[in-house]
């Protein structure tokens, strides 16, 4: 088959058991299940499934779901288990690559026996990888809205999109406005919104006390800072102009105002990977090891993400970066990144090891991401033209990304192990570097902002 695009890695919140998308099979039909970002299933019965390409099962559920065109291109169909997740291709056939599951965890996870025996993929209607979020600001239906805020809330909650606090709380203020109506005074309480936080907010934040003192703390007592400052948040909430009937209805304006701060991440829509770094050698005996980090890739970059801490260790634009995967027969495979940074104040030339078995994979996608993206930039650049030209604000997709201080989403490059190294000639010497050259051939090419190599000078200045 060909290499499956889309993503590979943790489970998304809507995976946390096992299901199947065939309930039935016989010799001409099936019935299949199609789950969607808020774990609702699409029921369809169809005519012979092992035939049947993703192109044409997408085109069942849009008729089935009713969703405008835009939709085709908003979603993908994806096979998603605990173990793995793969965004197919139009002309893939879902039945057959389930068929062939086994076979793609054993390539692409470091799974037991046990636990690839016994994995089953469900199919997923999902948002695709390649959906430019500047086409998403143009969706006025509902119920791709809907769907769109959904996966994102779930990937908030799930705390795959790391957040700062003030965003968790703003967007954990829209969900309350979605699920409780506008806000009302008095109702509810920071003491109700207890109850439930974990609907609101991620884990991390939601973690309560336990113990003697715990014991102490009625549901009269003062509200913990999470909850506050949610409601807080939601009484900030911006209500559509219209009657008070009206108001409660409309639901589009807050699933767009999810959607908007959640661009404001440099890892929104991304596919996740799973992979492990080195750890910075520590102590006396320079012991190290490794760490798990999810490698979030998208039409925008590549960002490094600390499962553990929830935090971004580094975040690359395209033409930040070089890159390369080895894959040796007797060895790991890896996906190598390398980008301009310093050492002792002398710009140099890191390379960051990715241990993966997903590797080509990413590799394959950060290709594909570049290749789409170059393809676009004349579009974009000729919608953006009258704006342009007229001297007004830009455009709503050139948000800004965000960069408080200490931000979760900031890169976080003295948490990495990282090679500094020079090229002369056919050696390749890690030190202070003076090189004419990129280890990798493999980059963006040259424009505007691109990543750029350390000359050979007198005085080595950052390119």
Known sequence: M???????????PA????????????????????????????????????????????????????????????????????????????????YKLGRQWQELLLRFTDAPDDDVAMDEPSLQFRRNVFFPKRRELQIHDKEVLRLLYEEAKGNVLAARYPCDVEDCEALGALVCRVQLGPYQPGQPTACALREKLDSFLPAH?????????????????????????????????????????????????????????????????????HGEIDKPAQGFLHRG???????????????????????????????????????????????????DGDNEGTPVNKLLKIYSKQAELMSSLIEYCIELSQAAEPAASQEAGPASASGSSPPPHQRPQLRRQGSVVCSRIQHLSTIDYVEEGETI?????????????RQLSLGQGSYTVVQASDSLEQG
């Open 2 to 12: 060909d290499g499956p695009e889309g993503s590979t890695g943790q489970p998304a």
């Open 15 to 94: 995976d946390r058991s096992h299901r199947s998308s065939v309930s039935s099979v016989g010799a001409r039909a099936a019935d299949v299940l199609v789950y969607l970002a808020d774990d609702s299933m699409v029921p369809l019965a169809v005519e012979n499934l092992p035939s049947l390409s993703a192109h044409e099962l997408h085109r069942a559920i849009r008729e089935v779901l009713q969703l405008p065109d835009i939709a085709l291109d908003a979603f993908a169909l994806w096979l998603v288990s605990p173990l793995l997740e793969v965004q197919l291709k139009p002309k893939h056939q879902p």
């Open 205 to 273: 934040l939601c973690k309560r006390s336990h113990g003697l003192f715990a014991a102490f703390r009625g549901r009269g007592a003062k509200a913990g800072t999470g909850e506050q400052g949610l409601l807080n948040a939601y009484r900030r909430v911006q209500e559509v102009a219209g009657s008070d009937g009206e108001r409660e209805a409309s639901l589009s304006p807050h699933y767009r105002a999810y959607l908007l701060k959640c661009h404001e991440l440099p890892f929104y829509g991304c596919a996740f990977f």
């Open 289 to 339: 090891g490794r760490k798990p980090v999810s490698v979030a890739i998208s039409l925008d970059g590549v960002h490094v993400i600390d499962c553990r801490e929830k935090h971004v260790l580094l975040g690359l634009r395209f033409q930040e970066l070089s890159w390369d995967h080895t894959s040796p027969e007797e060895e790991e495979s890896v996906l190598w990144l390398e980008f």
């Open 429 to 441: 010497k890690r030190v202070k570097p003076k090189r004419t050259t990129s280890f990798f051939s």
